[in-house]
Each structure stands twice: as structure tokens, then as C-alpha cells.
């Protein structure tokens, strides 16, 4: 019998799962699927490899996060691809804190750990972990895999990974960590295969989603990234601000004397792109809007993008590729040519037809920077840390 892994992957504004064979080699993927909740009613919909609908239903928007959800997947699992034996449940974990660099079986133990870092992703850890009970009740023999978003950062150093605040805290857990590690990770092993002489220089990844973050590679490893101890820092993003003056908070808690409930939905919820346009947090909505807002969020976005890969060049002593990923690193040749005009100082020069064509090679001739699309995917890679993780013997 053949073996299968199920892959959860819960970002801020989607959840996906993918199914992947991994009985030999690179685990191969059986189907995917998406909770989308952006309707009234959420949907939940598996597809074929090549895109054809296998199975589809629709929840109350109150059942979204609930056990409904993961049974349903389970059983459409079992269903579907019974002739797979299912090892374990993948998961993408967006908090590890300073302990765990590595993927790791989800124990009790492990998952009581891991809630206690909600503090520091309160978008993203409870929906991260919300699967695991739910699943443990539906099979409790189950392996369950934890695979980390902050993993990857962990060969960053000082001071790229230093606060300037009193070293007491830093013993505390008091630093960056970084995020979108799995993307990253993925990313730049999909890099070395296409250009493997960029392999060994200075890259930037530039993961753009609703979520958005830059990570600065030498030697295929993470020496910089612009999230930090959250996933609130660096740029901005769809409904969170990124880097800002510390002084902002200071003046809306002391001047607007705002709860620091309130703040913290301020600054997850209601900023970025939705917060400076007014309108939405959807790149696709605001790029096809005629309102200046919409253009003036988008001008933000572009801005402190092509700024913070400067500083990523900075820390690498400059810059031999550049790759852009994501929903909107994929798919938004307006943005990547945006990005790419204000880094023309660098040596950046984008071709427009192959931008606009949305090929995986976008550099012009006289580019002096290398430069790539590559569509991320962050189930495929919890999968090969599953499958590694369940074939070491000693290892779980
Ligand atoms: N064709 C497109 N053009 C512009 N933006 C797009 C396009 N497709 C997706 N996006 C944007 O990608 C973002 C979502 O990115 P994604 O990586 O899928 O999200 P998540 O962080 O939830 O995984 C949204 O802002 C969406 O508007
Ligand atoms: C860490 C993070 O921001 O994740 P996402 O892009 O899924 O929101
Ligand atoms: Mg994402």
C-alpha cells in the first residue's frame, strides 16, 4: 500500500490542504484544496492535480473554523484515496519562537508550547493549531507534524536578529524571528534548479501574499528578513502596516488612549493596503479601482517594498537576484515593474513582455540583477519535511 501525508496550511486569509503520495522520492501531489471564506456561506473545494473539481460543499460562516471542516476533509481523504495510507497531518506553523528550528511531531506537549507564542502571531497561531485537536479526536493515531514559518530564519545571526532595546529582553524571547519560511525555503530550492549559479550569491525573495515579507539569501540560507518577532513588521501588507514609528503606538495609546485590544486590531486588521485606501485589502480590487486611494495605497506598497529590498541588499553587500512569489509577487506584472523602475539605481531592469506574459525569467539583457517569478508553494514543502521527518528512523 501506498503512503499519503495531509498537508493544513492556514494563512491570514486562506486555508489550503494538499494530499501528497510520498512513497518515493519527492512526494507527488494526489489533490489540493481551499476553504475559501471570503463568501457568505465558506466553501470547501478538493481538485485534481490538474484543476478538475473532485468534491465541493458549502458551511455556515460560523462552522468555518470548527471540527466540520477537517472531518469532512478526513473523510473525503479516506473516501477518495483509501488506497493511500495516511501517515501523518502535515502543518504549517507560523510561530516556533526561539525553541524549535526544525519540523517536529505535534504531541500535547509540543501544542500546549506552541499556543503559548499566540501572543506573538494572534492573526495566525489560532488558526494554525485550530485543526490539531479536531483531528486528534477524528483519529487519535494519527502523526501530526508541526513545520515551522520561523524555522528557516534560524541561521540568521546579530545583529541582523537584535532588537535596540535593553539585552534583559533578548534573553526573553525579545527578537526577530522572521516568517514565511516554508515559501522561502521552498523558493530557493526551486531557484537552485533553475539558476544554480545564483546559488552560492546574494538573492532576495520577495514573498508578496496578503501577508508580505522579503528574506535576503547568501548560500541558499536566511541572513535577513524584514518581519521580526511578529508577522506585523517590514512591509506593508493587505490589513497590517508593517515598519512603523514605535512612537505611533505610544501616541495612540497615551493621546487617542486606545485599548491595547483595540491596537492590536488596528494594526492587524484595519491597516495596510485596506487602512490607506479605504476601500480593500484585495490587490486585484485596488489595481482595477479609479479611486486615488486605491492608487496611493498601491504607490505605499511599491515604495516601502523596493525600499526594504535595498536594505535587503545592504545586508548582503548587494544584490545577484531577485525573485518575486506570493498572490501578488506571482501574478501582479504591474507591481513587479513598479518594484523593479524603483531599483533601477541597483541594476534592475525588468523585460516588460516576458513581465507581462508572466514568465519565470523576467530580467532585460542589460539587467545586471537576475530576475525570477516562482510560484511558491508551501504544502509541497511541509510535505518533503513530513516525508523526511517519517522515514529517519529515531527521528519521530
Ligand atoms: N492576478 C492578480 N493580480 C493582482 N493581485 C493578485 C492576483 N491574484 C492574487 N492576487 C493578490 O494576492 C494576495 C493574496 O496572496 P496569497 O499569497 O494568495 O495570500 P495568503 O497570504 O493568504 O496565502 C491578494 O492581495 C490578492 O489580491
Ligand atoms: C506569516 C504570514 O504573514 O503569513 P500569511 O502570509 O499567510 O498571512
Ligand atoms: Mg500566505
Not at 223 to 237: F, Q, R, Y
Request: proline share 5%.
Amino acid at each position: 500500500m501506498t503512503a499519503s501525508v495531509l498537508v493544513l496550511n492556514a494563512g491570514s486569509s486562506s486555508i489550503k490542504f494538499g494530499l501528497f503520495d510520498i512513497s518515493a522520492g519527492e512526494p507527488a501531489l494526489l489533490c489540493k484544496g481551499l476553504l475559501d471564506e471570503h463568501e457568505a456561506k465558506p466553501r470547501l473545494v478538493a481538485r485534481s492535480p490538474s484543476g478538475d473539481t473532485l468534491f465541493e460543499t458549502q458551511r455556515e460562516a460560523s462552522d468555518a473554523d470548527g471540527g466540520h471542516l477537517f472531518a469532512e476533509v478526513l473523510a473525503f481523504v479516506e473516501d477518495r484515496f483509501g488506497d493511500h495510507r495516511l501517515r501523518a497531518v502535515g502543518h504549517r506553523i507560523v510561530h516556533g519562537g526561539p525553541e524549535y528550528s526544525r519540523p517536529v511531531e505535534l504531541t500535547d506537549e509540543v501544542f500546549t508550547r506552541l499556543e503559548a507564542l499566540t501572543p506573538l502571531a494572534p492573526l495566525h497561531q489560532p488558526r494554525c493549531l485550530a485543526p490539531v485537536h479536531p483531528v486528534r479526536t477524528i483519529k487519535p493515531e494519527l502523526t501530526q507534524i508541526a513545520c515551522f514559518d520561523t524555522a528557516f530564519h534560524h541561521s540568521m545571526a546579530p545583529p541582523a536578529n537584535r532588537f535596540a532595546i535593553p539585552k534583559r529582553f533578548e534573553a526573553r524571547g525579545l527578537r526577530r524571528y522572521g516568517f514565511h519560511g516554508l515559501s522561502f525555503e521552498y523558493v530557493a530550492t526551486r531557484l537552485a534548479a533553475i539558476a544554480p549559479e545564483l546559488a552560492a550569491r546574494r538573492v532576495v525573495i520577495a514573498h508578496l501574499g496578503n501577508g508580505a515579507s522579503l528574506c535576503a539569501l547568501r548560500d541558499g540560507r536566511s541572513i535577513d528578513t524584514t518581519m521580526g518577532l511578529t508577522p506585523l513588521d517590514g512591509l506593508v501588507m493587505g490589513t497590517r502596516c508593517g515598519m512603523i514609528d514605535p512612537g505611533v503606538l505610544l501616541y495612540l495609546l497615551q493621546q487617542e488612549r486606545m485599548t491595547t485590544e483595540d491596537l492590536q486590531h488596528l494594526l492587524y486588521h484595519e491597516s495596510g493596503l485596506l487602512g490607506v485606501s479605504g476601500l480593500s485589502a484585495d490587490m486585484r480590487t485596488l489595481l482595477a479601482s479609479s479611486e486615488a486611494s486605491a492608487r496611493e495605497a498601491v504607490d505605499l506598497f511599491t515604495f516601502r517594498g523596493a525600499q526594504e529590498i535595498a536594505v535587503m541588499a545592504n545586508t548582503l553587500g548587494g544584490l545577484d537576484g531577485l525573485v518575486f512569489t506570493g498572490g501578488i509577487g506571482e501574478h501582479a506584472n504591474e507591481i513587479r515593474s513598479a518594484i523593479g523602475e524603483r531599483l533601477a539605481w541597483l541594476g534592475v531592469r525588468i523585460d516588460a513582455a516576458a513581465n507581462d506574459e508572466g514568465r519565470e525569467s523576467i530580467g532585460a539583457s542589460d539587467s545586471s540583477v537576475a530576475l525570477f517569478v516562482i510560484p511558491t508553494n508551501e504544502e509541497s514543502m511541509i510535505a518533503r519535511h513530513c516525508a523526511d521527518l517519517l522515514r529517519k528512523p529515531g527521528r519521530l
